[in-house]
């Protein structure tokens, strides 16, 4: 799967190519479990394996659950990059690039 550097997540969606949602339906949380060490400074302190990784947390949009990864996995570690990707290849899981919005009202000086 080639990825462009167009935007700052990918998303891996919950759905093969044919269109059959993917199983175990708690498969985004376990592939962002796999991740969680992968994070801004390193393993992190005590506790740090009890939360995802900010570069691989699992979600649902729309109904479909979904796994979004952050570009800044690829730099500091390419190697776990690669491994989500081929997770998604070799799943043949439907990959969309985005940047996840925060769904917090805009501030004032947002506002122009």
């Not at 899981?93 to 501030?107: F, H, R």
Request: hydrophobic residues 40%; contains cysteine.
């Amino acid at each position: 799967m080639s990825v462009t550097p167009t935007s700052s997540e990918v998303f891996i969606q919950g759905v093969t190519r044919a269109g059959r949602s993917f199983r175990p339906s708690d498969w985004a949380e376990r592939l962002a479990g796999v991740m969680a060490p992968f994070r801004p400074g390193g393993v992190g302190g005590p506790g740090a394996h009890l939360g995802y990784s900010p570069w691989c947390r699992p979600t649902v949009i729309d109904g479909v659950k979904c796994v979004v990864v952050n570009r800044a996995l690829r730099e500091h570690e390419p190697m776990a990059w690669d491994f989500v990707m081929n997770f998604a290849r070799d799943n043949d899981l439907q990959t969309v690039e985005a940047c996840l919005l925060s769904d917090a009202p805009a501030s004032k000086s947002q506002i122009k």
